[in-house]
């Protein structure tokens, strides 16, 4: 559109406004009458709101800041939106535009602006008259027109913010008459910015953000104020901002508004906040919190920085660095400074530029990443909470480093005296005072008497004060900067929050004048910042001080006469700082009194080392001097005096220590405090301990019964325990358990002040008992008894919270054996839960009693139950273990790899062994694979306190296999220098070592060499480790002979060890000599480098890891087995047996699965065999020959596929890291082997029934042509009966035809030729077969000449040669006495049993007999006899044996061949069908329909005997797979439950009769018992008819199936259409031959109707069988079937069949193929028949006790000779009888030989056995839980 004015094209179509010259184009006006909006929804902006600074006041000053979009919108008020309209909002003059001569309206006036509204009114040109307006608005985006009748005001709203707006005014009066038009302009105000929010804020600088509102943006204004007033203002076209140089710590407040280029401004939103102060800006960029304190125990987390060795690269990392090298006592902990990537990039790239700029060499460096060590310190310690501050202030002293003694908070001008965090802290030194040259004084620093001198700065100083107090303190040979000084790295970075801080340090003398600098100890204090800004600090170090020392260059005399002091005074100035004011010094000195040797004046004459010289002389001076000695416990009063805050005086800290000292300040002499007050760890628990390890050991049982032995032992162990029973708990005990049980913090404080108190007793004992034992000494003869005394009571002088903590244990084992319902025993319940979240918190547990040598199991077990239960499910662990000779720095090593807190103070070693926690951060735990790291500290292997024992090797043994079996990773502390006591300790580890292989441990080991300084120590000493390694072979086959493991050769052998690697030099702890040398750094690296490396072991094992219940499962067996002498025959652990079961059912499972693959494949083969000849074309040969290899080349195919899934399975089963598989690793090869056996046993198993299968056919084929030939003749004979009846003229009634079918018959029967199967000589065979058997036996001749026929007609007999052997054997039946003769007559007997099943299995089957029978036979006797392994079975036991059997089968199968002849006999099969020929000659003849009757004939004679057979066929697999995942699964998985269940079993029915069955004839029984479960299982609802029902219903389905197909050929007559059906089913069913060859005869039945009518018969035949089926009750079932499910099931869990040789408990071990043969529990040997000799009384003894005593054996294997029960493998090398895993394992055998004593003697024709006393208690129930145990039944 065209301007009017300017000419131009610049309206857009529809504007009337130009966008150029701001006229209007030349259009009509569209009048609009009425008054409207502009926009069809109007925000209403006229609503008042509050002002911004009411509004701010409303808001919390708690917030850090707040946002403007949760905060409030600031909007001006109605006056300041006038003025803003009046002088912002209109732009120009109102002007009037020419028009018609009418009068104009007034001027237009803008009452109000807004940002999308604007209200116009004007000035009727005559009031008198009635006037409406044309009013019109116009922008660059829009044109609006409104008119407005009777009113000189409008409202236009719905505008766009921030744009200019030109309104028209034109006045129409009733006639018409328009005036000239009026303008005015004037712009919306503009949005303000929208979500102002703070981005960042530091404690200089705020940074602002916000988005750009809608509408017209020109520039933003922001203004800053504090406490209402204007700071400064700043403008900006971005959306962001930065107010710096900040004060810290205030509250500002920021209002941002838009302004417009040519407009107005916005209303403005604001936002407050609070800068950060100085120290919450540093916390926040080291990325610590002042609330959220710092613990130890996060600390001491286990994560990938504590593998790392790499540099801080931010400042949030240097707190971390810091504490994890303190952690680590490194002193090199406070260089920590940010190393950038880019810096070290950049920093190779420099060097090679050519084109750098010097500027940068000598720029400024990038202080941002710079933090003063100070600072860093001080920032943990105040966000740390005071345990975390106690172990820093600890660690930072043994490092030599200053520690914080006042600590400033600059942000509330308060400081905190650091007393708690001093309290840890132990000296030790040799003061020149002290009256003994070789004495030493020990004590905790804030109890310590001692004179402290304090250096201060005043002003600006230009010497270095730090840097002067290192000198003075160190030796020139051993400098150490103890405070941080200007010139360490990050010293020279300004201190943020640091000024204020009094460090504190000691001086303390070794005892050496030539070394030592000052005589006598002192404290050294330090104040950092100026004395003039930190007076309270001053004050104090004045009050405290003996001396301060005044560091200035400019004095100020006021302030130094401010004070009150008690130091003396010294000032230290530099004369040659531009500052110093002689007059001023000379001023002050005169005003102060000092004399000339108060004033230390560094001339420039002095070099610093005269100048350190000279002030080393005025502290000596002062020290020497000094009478003004203040502990730092006193210090706190002046504290007090001065408002400075203490960290003890918090409530918890104080109710804990009041609750300590309550317990401790009444303990005038520990040995008998210990009496009175922890009565229970005494010699009672010490005689506990005792008995425990003989009821394993039987050291001293003598000539005694050892179950009676037992017995007395267990009614002592009963007495002691109601002896600690009567003790009422003490009032020490009272306190402690009630301290303890306090929430949080205070029980945290309590057990430290505990520790720390005890310590201090202890310490003080210990000094004391010392003395006296030095006295003694001198004059030794007279004194021994005095000596011994005192050597007992500095062995007893130890008292810590451990052991309040083993009295509560006692309590509780006490407590738990009374009654249930005792309110004693309920009040203690609680005490293992508190043990537990002791050591959640970080306290060690004490898991072996160093003092009794014993593990209070029950104790332990609770504790570490409920422990798991707080952490479940996050509950796996890792152990690492330290092991070595006492004092040789074992704990110190793990302290300083952990950071933990294991006792190393003087007199405090180790005794026994303590465990203790460390969590795992949660981002590293996958890759660690557990939860939480146990760290276990053990007692000093060749202590000498235990060196005096007798038993002390074995204590240590004991103690070694323990904790090596506990631990993944095992360090070894040896010491190279003493090759006597290593060899010592080497036997002992690899003794150790050697068990865990055995029972399939495998732990890591590493060598760690202490005090070996060299950097080439590695290389230098390859020789030791060669001499080490050689050490450890020759061990290792020492250990391995002890162990009766010889086929151990070397230590590479036992364990997976590399010398290279598995081997570690540690240099010494201390740098320089103590007690003023820091740990070494080189110790602290060497120590982190070994830690690294075991977190990488434990992150690279394979195996899995254990969880906390499992880890005390270990605990429990490692602990039972080792209170036995022979470890390895006496572990025990149902970790081991759990994975061991696993795998058996893992195995059986896979077996399973092989074994029913070959039955049904068998099953196939066999009926394919069956039905040779019948369905000629399937197979393709006509040679059954042929058709033998096929099958055979196909079963070998089969086997061998299987054989190596089962392989294969077993190898991926030992590759898995779950389960414990690396337990059961010994057991690999036997189950290898036993797949290989299964392998030749399937093998020979399969081809032998294909090949009987096939013998028996080729019988039957002959038979077949002779029956073949007869139905034939018949046929032909019929029909011509058929074809002369229908000739003759005759009527033929029924009769008639009846007459002339039976004379054809009898005349056609004469004629044929019946000649069916030959008989054989079954007996003959058999003695052919057994003479190939016996044909290497010398007998054999003896066999050719026998006549089989009238063997095994009378019992067998053992044979007996001699007279004498008749008579000794009869004299030993009279006396009721097991020998060699009754042994292999119950050997023979169930040999005879077990042939006479499977013969009598073979008859039943009604087959024809082949060699394969009596092979089976004489398989089984020889598999029996090999695996009785009897060298005295001879030549003719075996001959005679075999003879008795042969004759029993050779009669038998002779009996089966016969029948098998008789009813295969042709003509008897032949009269079989006569009446069905009869039926069929009439239905022809009458020319009946057959359909239906051949449709019947056919599903009755072929398919349903097929479909039955096939049904009993398959059942038997499907019933074992029943039984083996039904309710019954578990009890059938491995030989061992399936013990369990027998013996459960056993037990609930309770009958004698039973037990004895099970005891005597033990297969016997066992086969009744799984076949009477069998049928249980199956009678319990619908199982069996369900299994029926499924193949019954797969058959019928696979017969329809035939028919329909079979019927798509509509060509083939019905004999072909019934074969094809016949073909198809072929696979799966065997068709009687003789039937299909009846049924195909004489057949005019049509294929339609015929298949029609087979259909209905195949529904009838279901129905009927399905009827049948039902009916049939599970034992005729099971008699019926070919596949008997019982058998396969006793071959499973049968086992080898061996039974212990001394009491007859059957073998229990997995894999047909193993070697060594194991029951879980073992009976007493009365129940195996065995009496004494003399008085003929049942024997109670058990052999898992047995073979652990000192008694002898003797039997025909052992010539009658006495033998050791403890070496009884040389007898029975293949049995391995492990100890019972407690007393109690055994008390099911006890029970029932307890209860059935007198009639277990009547049966066995003997005397009732001495039933010892404690077995009287044994209860059901408890028979029943030690069953449980022994099987590891969870």
């Keep these: 559109?065209?301007?009017?004015?300017?000419?131009?094209?610049?309206?857009?179509?529809?504007?009337?406004?130009?966008?150029?010259?701001?006229?209007?184009?030349?259009?009509?006006?569209?009048?609009?009458?009425?008054?409207?909006?502009?926009?069809?929804?109007?925000?209403?902006?006229?609503?008042?709101?509050?002002?911004?600074?009411?509004?701010?006041?409303?808001?919390?000053?708690?917030?850090?800041?707040?946002?403007?979009?949760?905060?409030?919108?600031?909007?001006?008020?109605?006056?300041?939106?006038?003025?803003?309209?009046?002088?912002?909002?209109?732009?120009?003059?109102?002007?009037?535009?020419?028009?018609?001569?009418?009068?104009?309206?007034?001027?237009?006036?803008?009452?109000?602006?807004?940002?999308?509204?604007?209200?116009?009114?004007?000035?009727?040109?005559?009031?008198?008259?009635?006037?409406?307006?044309?009013?019109?608005?116009?922008?660059?985006?829009?044109?609006?027109?409104?008119?407005?009748?009777?009113?000189?005001?409008?409202?236009?709203?719905?505008?766009?913010?921030?744009?200019?707006?030109?309104?028209?005014?034109?006045?129409?009066?009733?006639?018409?008459?328009?005036?000239?038009?009026?303008?005015?302009?004037?712009?919306?105000?503009?949005?303000?910015?929208?979500?102002?929010?703070?981005?960042?804020?530091?404690?200089?600088?705020?940074?602002?953000?916000?988005?750009?509102?809608?509408?017209?943006?020109?520039?933003?204004?922001?203004?800053?104020?504090?406490?209402?007033?204007?700071?400064?203002?700043?403008?900006?076209?971005?959306?962001?901002?930065?107010?710096?140089?900040?004060?810290?710590?205030?509250?500002?407040?920021?209002?941002?508004?838009?302004?417009?280029?040519?407009?107005?401004?916005?209303?403005?939103?604001?936002?407050?906040?609070?800068?950060?102060?100085?120290?919450?800006?540093?916390?926040?960029?080291?990325?610590?919190?002042?609330?959220?304190?710092?613990?130890?125990?996060?600390?001491?987390?286990?994560?990938?920085?504590?593998i790392s060795g790499e540099p801080a690269h931010s400042l949030t990392d240097l707190p971390w660095y810091f504490l994890k090298r303190l952690m680590m006592v490194n002193v090199t902990a406070r260089s920590g400074k940010c190393v950038s990537t880019v810096d070290e990039s950049g920093c190779d790239a420099s060097f090679c530029s050519s084109d750098f700029e010097l500027e940068s060499l000598v720029g400024n460096q990038d202080v941002n990443n710079m933090v003063n060590p100070l600072d860093i310190v001080a920032a943990l310690f105040l966000c740390s909470n005071g345990f975390l501050q106690q172990e820093m202030t600890l660690k930072m002293s043994m490092c030599q480093f200053s520690v914080p003694l006042l600590l400033p908070n600059c942000d509330s001008d308060q400081c905190t005296f650091m007393l708690w965090a001093l309290r840890d802290i132990v000296k030790k030194y040799r003061p020149h005072s002290l009256d003994d040259p070789k004495g030493f004084v020990e004590n905790r620093v804030v109890l310590s008497d001692l004179p402290m001198v304090s250096f201060v700065r005043l002003g600006e100083c230009s010497l270095s004060k730090s840097q002067i107090i290192n000198k003075l303190l160190s030796n020139p040979q051993q400098y150490h900067d103890t405070f941080v000084h200007h010139d360490m790295e990050c010293g020279d970075s300004p201190r943020r929050i640091s000024n204020g801080l009094v460090e504190i340090s000691w001086y303390l003398p070794c005892g050496n004048k030539n070394i030592d600098i000052f005589g006598e100890p002192v404290a050294v204090a330090n104040l950092r910042g100026d004395i003039g800004t930190f007076e309270t600090q001053y004050s104090f170090l004045c009050q405290t001080s003996v001396a301060v020392f005044v560091f200035f260059d400019n004095l100020d005399y006021s302030l130094l006469t401010s004070q009150h002091t008690k130091a003396q005074l010294f000032l230290i100035g530099n004369p040659q700082s531009p500052n110093f004011n002689i007059d001023v010094l000379k001023k002050t000195a005169s005003g102060l009194n000092l004399k000339k040797n108060n004033i230390i004046l560094k001339t420039k004459q002095m070099n610093d080392a005269d100048f350190v010289k000279n002030l080393r002389n005025t502290v000596g001076d002062v020290i020497k001097n000094c009478k003004f000695k203040m502990q730092l416990e006193k210090m706190s009063d002046v504290a007090h005096e001065l408002g400075i805050l203490v960290d003890e005086d918090c409530q918890e800290c104080q109710t804990a220590k009041q609750n300590a000292f309550a317990i401790t300040s009444n303990i005038p002499d520990i040995f008998r405090y210990k009496e009175s007050q922890l009565p229970l760890q005494g010699q009672i628990w010490k005689e506990l301990a005792r008995l425990e390890k003989e009821e394993c050991r039987l050291r001293k049982v003598g000539d005694k019964n050892i179950e009676i032995y037992k017995s007395e032992l267990q009614t002592q162990k009963t007495q002691l325990r109601k002896k600690q029973a009567e003790w009422d708990m003490s009032g020490a005990m009272t306190c402690f358990i009630n301290a303890i049980s306090t929430p949080g913090l205070e029980r945290s404080y309590f057990l430290k002040w505990m520790r720390m108190n005890l310590d201090n007793l202890s310490r003080e004992s210990l000094s004391g008992l010392r003395e006296q034992y030095k006295e003694k000494c001198q004059n030794s003869s007279e004194n021994k008894e005095d000596i011994k005394d005192l050597d007992k009571q500095i062995s007893n002088s130890s008292l810590g919270t451990e052991h309040f903590l083993r009295e509560m244990g006692q309590l509780y084992e006490s407590s738990v054996l009374l009654p249930e319902g005792e309110v004693s025993r309920q009040q203690l319940l609680h005490l293992p839960k508190l043990c537990a979240e002791l050591l959640l918190d970080g306290y060690p547990l004490e898991l072996v009693d160093g003092d009794a040598s014993n593990i209070p199991l029950r104790w332990v077990s609770d504790v570490l139950c409920e422990l798991d239960a707080l952490v479940k499910p996050k509950n796996k662990i890792m152990v690492i273990t330290v092991l070595g000779v006492q004092s040789t720095g074992k704990s110190t090593l793990l302290n300083a790899m952990f950071g933990v807190q294991f006792a190393v103070s003087s007199g405090r070693c180790t005794r026994g062994a303590f465990m203790l926690l460390i969590k795992v951060k949660e981002d590293f735990k996958k890759q660690l694979d557990c939860d939480f790291v146990v760290i276990i500290d053990t007692e000093g292997l060749k202590s000498p306190e235990l060196a005096q024992l007798d038993d002390s090797h074995e204590h240590d043994n004991e103690l070694a296999t323990l904790v090596i079996g506990l631990s993944d990773i095992t360090i070894i502390n040896i010491a190279m220098e003493n090759s006597t006591e290593m060899k010592d300790i080497l036997q002992i580890v690899v003794h150790a070592f050697l068990r865990m292989k055995e029972v399939g441990k495998k732990p890591k080991c590493q060598f760690v060499h202490q005090n070996v300084s060299d950097v080439s120590a590695h290389d230098k000493n390859m020789r030791d480790r060669k001499m080490l390694l050689e050490q450890l072979n020759e061990m290792t086959q020492a250990a391995a002979k002890m162990e009766n493991k010889e086929e151990n050769k070397n230590f590479t052998d036992v364990i997976e060890y590399n010398p290279d690697t598995g081997n570690w030099y540690i240099p010494g702890l201390w740098h320089g000599n103590p007690p003023m040398a820091p740990v070494n750094a080189g110790y602290s690296e060497a120590v982190f480098e070994l830690k690294r490396n075991m977190v990488q072991v434990l992150q690279r094992c394979d195996i899995s890891k254990n969880n906390i219940m499992e880890f005390l499962e270990w605990t429990k067996s490692l602990w039972n087995a080792v209170k036995y002498e022979n470890f390895i025959f006496s572990f025990r652990n149902s970790l081991v047996a759990d994975a061991y079961m696993k795998l058996c059912t893992k195995f059986n499972k896979w077996e399973w699965e092989f074994r029913k693959h070959m039955y049904t494949w068998v099953a196939n083969a066999q009926t394919k065999i069956s039905n040779f000849r019948t369905i000629l074309d399937e197979f393709q040969t006509s040679d059954i020959e042929e058709l033998l290899v096929d099958l055979k080349s196909k079963a070998l195919s089969q086997i061998s596929k299987w054989e190596k899934i089962l392989l294969d399975n077993l190898t991926k089963y030992y590759e898995q890291t779950e389960g414990h598989v690396c337990l059961v690793e010994g057991y690999r090869e036997t189950f290898s082997n036993t797949a290989k056996s299964l392998r030749r046993e399937m093998e020979n198993s399969v081809l032998n029934q294909l090949e009987a299968a096939v013998e028996i056919r080729k019988g039957m084929c002959s038979l077949e042509t002779i029956k073949e030939n007869h139905t034939i003749k018949l046929e032909q004979r019929v029909l011509e009966l058929l074809e002369e009846c229908r000739k003759s003229k005759v009527q033929k009634s029924d009769k008639d035809l009846d007459r002339d079918f039976d004379k054809m018959w009898d005349t056609t029967v004469k004629e044929l030729s019946f000649k069916g199967l030959d008989p054989k000589d079954v007996v003959e065979k058999v003695l052919k077969q057994l003479r190939l058997n016996l044909k290497q036996s010398p007998l054999i001749k003896t066999v050719n000449n026998i006549k089989l026929n009238q063997c095994g007609v009378e019992p067998f007999d053992v044979p007996i040669d001699g007279f004498f052997k008749k008579v000794k054997h009869a004299v030993i039946n009279m006396f009721y006495l097991d020998d060699h003769i009754s042994k292999l007559q119950a050997l023979a007997d169930s040999i005879i049993y077990a042939c006479l099943l499977l013969i009598n299995d073979k008859v039943q089957k009604e087959t024809d007999y082949h060699d394969n029978d009596i092979q089976e036979v004489l398989h089984i006797i020889d598999e029996r006899l090999s695996a009785s392994r009897d060298p005295q079975t001879n030549c003719e036991f075996e001959v005679k044996l075999k003879l008795h059997i042969c004759g029993i089968a050779s009669r038998q199968f002779q009996e089966m061949h016969g029948h098998f002849i008789e009813v295969n006999d042709p003509r008897r099969c032949l009269e079989q069908y006569r009446n069905k020929y009869h039926d069929d000659f009439k239905d022809l003849f009458n020319k009946r329909d057959q359909c239906k009757t051949k449709a019947e004939e056919f599903t009755q004679l072929c398919l349903k005997p097929a479909v039955e057979a096939n049904v009993l066929n398959s059942l038997g697999p499907d019933i074992v797979d029943e039984m083996l995942t039904g309710r019954n699964a578990l009890q059938f998985s491995t030989r061992a439950f399936f013990q369990y269940s027998v013996l459960k079993h056993l037990i609930s029915e309770f009958r004698f009769e039973n037990y004895v069955s099970y005891i005597v004839s033990y297969e016997e029984y066992v086969k009744k018992w799984i076949y009477n479960q069998i049928k249980e299982h199956l009678s319990n609802g619908l199982k069996i008819w369900e299994l029926q029902q499924r193949h019954l219903k797969a058959n019928i389905q696979n017969i329809t199936d035939a028919i329909t197909k079979m019927q798509k050929d509509k060509n083939c007559n019905l004999e072909k259409y019934v074969q094809n059906i016949c073909k198809e089913l072929g696979n799966t069913l065997v068709i009687p031959k003789d039937a299909l060859s009846a049924f195909m005869i004489l057949n005019n039945a049509d294929q339609e109707q015929f298949a029609q009518w087979l259909k209905k018969s195949i529904e009838e035949m279901e129905q009927s069988l399905m009827i049948k089926l039902q009916k049939q009750s599970v034992q005729s079932i099971l008699e019926a079937l070919r596949i008997k499910p019982q058998d396969i099931l006793f071959n499973r869990v049968f086992g080898c069949g061996m039974q212990c040789p001394f009491c007859k408990a059957p073998c229990e071990a997995g894999g047909k193929a193993h070697t060594d043969h194991f029951a879980s529990v073992h009976r007493p040997q009365g129940l195996g028949t065995y009496r004494f000799l003399h008085s003929r009384k049942l024997d109670t003894d058990i052999c898992s006790s047995l073979v652990f005593c000192e008694g002898c054996f003797c039997c025909y294997e052992t010539d009658e000779e006495n033998h050791p029960y403890k070496k009884y493998q040389e007898i029975y090398p293949d049995w391995h009888i492990p100890a019972d895993p407690s007393i109690q394992a055994s008390d099911y055998w006890k029970y029932v030989m307890t209860h059935f004593n007198k009639k277990f003697a009547k049966e066995y024709k003997a005397l009732p056995a001495d039933i010892p006393p404690a077995w009287k208690n044994i209860t059901k129930e408890q028979a029943e839980n030690s069953l449980k145990e022994c099987f590891s039944i969870k």
């Excluded at 001027?107 to 000035?123: F, Y």
């Excluded at 236009?156 to 707006?165: H, K, S, W």
């Design 1 to 306: 559109m065209k301007c009017s004015q300017c000419q131009t094209l610049n309206c857009e179509e529809g504007l009337q406004l130009c966008c150029k010259c701001r006229t209007f184009a030349e259009e009509e006006v569209s009048h609009v009458s009425g008054m409207g909006s502009l926009k069809d929804l109007a925000f209403d902006r006229g609503r008042s709101e509050p002002s911004v600074d009411s509004a701010l006041k409303d808001l919390s000053d708690e917030e850090d800041f707040v946002d403007a979009s949760d905060s409030v919108l600031d909007c001006c008020s109605e006056q300041e939106d006038a003025s803003q309209s009046s002088q912002a909002g209109c732009q120009g003059d109102t002007k009037a535009q020419p028009t018609d001569d009418g009068p104009s309206p007034g001027e237009i006036k803008v009452h109000h602006i807004s940002t999308d509204c604007v209200t116009l009114g004007w000035d009727p040109p005559e009031p008198s008259m009635k006037w409406s307006y044309e009013v019109t608005l116009s922008s660059c985006a829009q044109k609006e027109s409104l008119r407005v009748q009777d009113s000189n005001t409008i409202d236009f709203e719905g505008l766009r913010p921030g744009t200019e707006y030109i309104f028209n005014v034109v006045c129409v009066s009733e006639s018409g008459v328009r005036s000239k038009a009026f303008t005015s302009s004037c712009y919306t105000m503009p949005m303000p910015p929208e979500k102002l929010r703070i981005d960042h804020v530091t404690s200089d600088s705020v940074c602002l953000s916000w988005h750009h509102p809608d509408g017209e943006v020109g520039e933003y204004h922001v203004n800053c104020s504090r406490d209402g007033e204007d700071t400064r203002e700043k403008t900006t076209v971005s959306n962001s901002l930065t107010f710096s140089s900040l004060r810290p710590g205030v509250k500002y407040t920021f209002r941002a508004s838009t302004l417009l280029t040519t407009g107005p401004k916005s209303q403005f939103v604001a936002v407050y906040v609070h800068t950060k102060t100085v120290l919450e800006n540093l916390l926040l960029d080291l990325g610590l919190d002042f609330k959220e304190k710092l613990t130890l125990s996060t600390v001491l987390q286990i994560d990938e920085k504590t």
